[in-house]
């Protein structure tokens, strides 16, 4: 059974950072797609950025490009969401999701589908 936990999130002050761990666990390839995704409040899921596993090649939606970065630590099996240069319209519940199902192709092109398998979601709160 596949599971995947966030943690890191909370409240930040515009221009602070903060990093985003997310766990995961019963998963028998080494390579899939990972990804974080967020949602506002009023507002639609979007995906902040994916990662192919054991290649590390990454896409971030443009709105994040330059501020946050998608790294992996292979030996704890965690995916990290570091956040640089948090902005307001950051606030939003952040969800770490996978897809053993797609491509490394899929993973690294602009493209964004509903994930296989989802996490419980961390909210991160950025005030002005």
């Known amino acids: 059974q596949v599971q995947l936990v966030e943690s890191g999130g909370g409240s930040v002050q515009a221009g602070g950072s903060l990093r985003l761990s997310c766990a995961a666990s019963g998963y028998t390839r080494s390579r899939f797609c990972m990804g974080w995704f967020r949602q506002a409040p009023g507002k639609e899921r979007e995906g902040v950025g994916k990662?192919?596993?054991?290649?590390?090649?990454?896409y971030y939606r443009d709105a994040v490009k330059g501020r946050f970065t998608i790294s992996q630590d292979n030996a704890k099996n965690t995916l990290y969401l570091q956040m640089n240069s948090l902005k307001p319209e950051d606030t939003a519940v952040y969800h770490c999701a996978a897809d053993a199902d797609v491509s490394w192709l899929a993973c690294s092109s602009g493209s964004w589908w509903n994930f296989r398998d989802w996490g419980q979601g961390t909210q991160v709160t950025v005030s002005s």
């Open positions: 990662i192919w596993l054991g290649l590390g090649v990454t």
